[in-house]
C-alpha cells in the first residue's frame, strides 16, 4: 500500500512537471502562430494596397493617353517575356534581321541522367533550326533582289 501511494505520488509529480512544461510552450507556439498570422495578413495588406495604387494611377495614366499607356504595356510585358526565353539573332545580307524563338523545340529541359543527352540533342536542334532559318532567309533575300533587278 505505500508502495502504491508512492507510485500515485510519483505520477501525480510527473503529470505535473509535463504540464509545466507543456503549457507554456504551447503558448509560445500560439503566440508565434499568432504573430506570423498577423505578419501575414500585413503583408498581403499591403501588397493588395499597393497593386490597387499601381492600378489607380496606371488607369489615370490611361485615361490621359490610352494609346500609349496600351503600347508601354505591350512593350513591358514582351520585354519581360523576351528577358526569359532563349532566342536566336540573325543577322542577313540584306539587312532585314530576324529574331527567331524556337520556344517548341528548345522549352524541353530533361533532368537526371538523361540531360547530357537531351543538351547535345537541344545544341543538335538549335544548330538545325538556325540552318534552316539561315536557309530560308537567303532565299528570301534572293527574292527580293531579284525582283529589284526586274
Same mark, same amino acid.
Given at each position: 500500500?505505500?508502495?502504491?501511494?508512492? %507510485? &500515485?505520488?510519483? &505520477? @501525480?509529480?510527473?503529470?505535473?512537471?509535463? +504540464?509545466?512544461?507543456?503549457?507554456?510552450?504551447?503558448?509560445?507556439?500560439?503566440?508565434?502562430?499568432?504573430?506570423?498570422?498577423?505578419? !501575414?495578413?500585413?503583408?498581403? @495588406?499591403?501588397? =493588395?494596397?499597393?497593386?490597387?495604387?499601381?492600378?489607380?494611377?496606371?488607369?489615370?495614366?490611361?485615361?490621359?493617353?490610352?494609346?500609349?499607356?496600351?503600347?508601354?504595356?505591350?512593350?513591358?510585358?514582351?520585354?519581360?517575356?523576351?528577358? %526569359?526565353?532563349?532566342?536566336?539573332?540573325?543577322?542577313?545580307?540584306?539587312?532585314?534581321?530576324? &529574331? !527567331?524563338?524556337?520556344?517548341?523545340?528548345?522549352?524541353?529541359? =530533361?533532368?537526371?541522367?538523361? +540531360?547530357?543527352?537531351?543538351?547535345?540533342? =537541344?545544341?543538335?536542334?538549335? %544548330?538545325?533550326?538556325?540552318?534552316?532559318?539561315?536557309?530560308?532567309?537567303?532565299?528570301?533575300?534572293?527574292?527580293?533582289?531579284?525582283?529589284?533587278?526586274?
Amino acid at each position: 500500500m505505500i508502495e502504491a501511494r508512492e %507510485d &500515485l505520488e510519483r &505520477l @501525480v509529480n510527473e503529470a505535473q512537471a509535463y +504540464s509545466n512544461g507543456i503549457i507554456p510552450e504551447a503558448r509560445g507556439e500560439a503566440q508565434r502562430l499568432r504573430e506570423e498570422a498577423e505578419g !501575414y495578413s500585413s503583408q498581403v @495588406v499591403s501588397k =493588395s494596397e499597393g497593386e490597387a495604387n499601381r492600378f489607380v494611377a496606371l488607369l489615370e495614366e490611361y485615361e490621359k493617353a490610352p494609346q500609349v499607356t496600351r503600347e508601354r504595356l505591350y512593350i513591358d510585358a514582351i520585354e519581360k517575356v523576351m528577358t %526569359d526565353s532563349t532566342k536566336i539573332l540573325l543577322d542577313t545580307e540584306g539587312g532585314n534581321n530576324m &529574331l !527567331y524563338l524556337p520556344l517548341d523545340k528548345l522549352g524541353q529541359v =530533361s533532368s537526371g541522367s538523361s +540531360s547530357q543527352r537531351n543538351n547535345e540533342t =537541344s545544341n543538335e536542334m538549335i %544548330d538545325r533550326v538556325a540552318n534552316e532559318v539561315i536557309e530560308k532567309l537567303q532565299r528570301r533575300g534572293n527574292q527580293v533582289q531579284s525582283e529589284r533587278r526586274r
